[in-house]
């Protein structure tokens, strides 16, 4: 058949519906591609790539505005009150961490975790001080943001105190969790408490951790943190006599023993000056670790040269320390020290440290004393002959250059 072929019709038919499509404009008509008319579309859609740019920029600005102070604070309230309810402390720390608080804003937030726990029970004061401590280990909180929030909410005593009169003893149960948990020192809490700012708030502090650890924990803690106690006390407070009245009256003084040995061994010495008596007193007092103590060999000293000088020279007699005491009196002053020597040995022997404390005793006395004629070289002499102090000892002091104990410079000439 002259028939065309099927496919051959097909094609045919399908010419013209593809030719709108796959004709192209002639060369001759691309140059005036600027003319808007015909090709208006095609700038158009080079145009459409910008505007997802466009949109894109309200995406990275429209990230929620920092929330207002109220915000952070309702949310922190919330959050304390449901941990405290439930006891749940890694769901507290997350909530606390979806927060997002800026960090300018941490310390009056845990002010609010210690100030939502107040008028609530020990066991959830001390959940407030657990969670405290889990933010700092979490790296959310610092120590300084505990210390900010701490000193807030003391500012704020005299309106808490009218609800919760307890509010000073509440809040010195905080700062000795913090200090047992490490989240603040002994000498950091202490620093903006000086000269009785907030007092008694620093005793009340020490008075819990006793409470909490034990004294013998407590005491050395305070030793190595080489707080000044008198530095605490109010102005007016600030000497040893005061010092340890206020220490007692709060059950303290054991932080002192050494204060306390100084009020009581010349007493001591004074009601029976048997040298088996005194040793007992001391063993029965002080505790051992302080026997090689400077301090401790330091007062020992004193209260024997104080006792001395008492008998030989009693307050009645007006002798003049200028003058050169008699024989008697040398003979006494001799016997007393050899009466006292065992217990010195006892202290002193081989240690030179303690022995050049003994002989910044014996220079302390003298200075007090301004320097009677002949009494610092005669004990001197009665220290090496006796065996109390060894050479090494003298030399010692007579080469150390400390400025801490009066009377070197006449001592020495």
Not at 343 to 348: E, G, H
Request: charged content about 25%; aromatic content about 8%; glycine content about 2%.
């Amino acid at each position: 058949s002259l028939r065309p072929a099927q496919s051959f019709l097909m094609n045919k038919n399908q010419v013209p519906k593809l030719q709108p499509q796959i004709t192209m404009i002639p060369p001759s008509a691309q140059p005036p591609r600027t003319q808007t008319p015909p090709l208006g579309q095609t700038p158009q859609l080079g145009l459409k790539t910008n505007p997802p740019l466009i949109q894109e920029k309200p995406a990275k600005t429209s990230k929620k505005p920092p929330p207002s102070k109220e915000e952070p604070l309702k949310l922190t309230e919330t959050v304390v009150t449901e941990y405290l309810n439930s006891g749940n402390a890694n769901e507290a720390v997350n909530g606390v961490r979806e927060m997002r608080a800026p960090k300018h804003f941490l310390p009056e937030m845990l002010s609010k975790v210690i100030i939502l726990s107040l008028d609530r029970s020990d066991e959830d004061k001390e959940k407030a001080s657990s969670l405290i401590s889990l933010l700092k280990q979490e790296g959310i909180a610092t120590s300084d943001n505990f210390m900010q929030a701490f000193l807030n909410v003391l500012d704020q005593c005299p309106k808490l105190e009218v609800d919760i009169p307890l509010v000073k003893s509440y809040l010195a149960q905080f700062a000795a969790r913090a200090i047992i948990s490490e989240l603040v020192s002994i000498s950091e809490l202490a620093q903006p408490l000086e000269s009785g700012t907030h007092f008694p708030l620093f005793l009340l502090c020490l008075q819990q951790l006793a409470k909490l650890q034990d004294r013998e924990w407590l005491t050395e803690l305070f030793q190595q943190s080489k707080v000044n106690m008198q530095k605490m006390l109010p102005e007016i407070d600030q000497n040893k006599d005061r010092m340890l009245e206020i220490l007692e009256g709060k059950g303290l003084s054991f932080l002192f023993p050494l204060l306390k040995l100084e009020k009581e061994l010349l007493k001591q010495i004074k009601l029976d000056p048997s040298p088996q008596t005194i040793y007992k007193w001391i063993k029965d007092n002080i505790s051992p670790k302080l026997h090689v103590d400077k301090g401790f060999v330091n007062i020992l000293m004193t209260s024997f040269l104080q006792y001395i000088s008492s008998e030989v020279n009693p307050p009645s007699d007006e002798t003049d320390s200028s003058s050169a005491p008699s024989k008697e009196q040398l003979e006494q002053e001799k016997q007393l020290l050899l009466s006292f020597k065992p217990v010195m040995q006892k202290f002193l022997h081989d240690h030179v440290d303690l022995q050049v404390s003994a002989l910044y005793a014996l220079q302390v006395h003298c200075h007090n004393s301004n320097f009677p004629k002949g009494m610092l070289l005669r004990f001197f002499v009665h220290f090496y002959d006796m065996e109390i102090i060894e050479e090494e000892a003298f030399l010692a002091w007579k080469e150390d250059i400390t400025q801490e104990f009066p009377g070197k410079g006449k001592a020495l000439f």
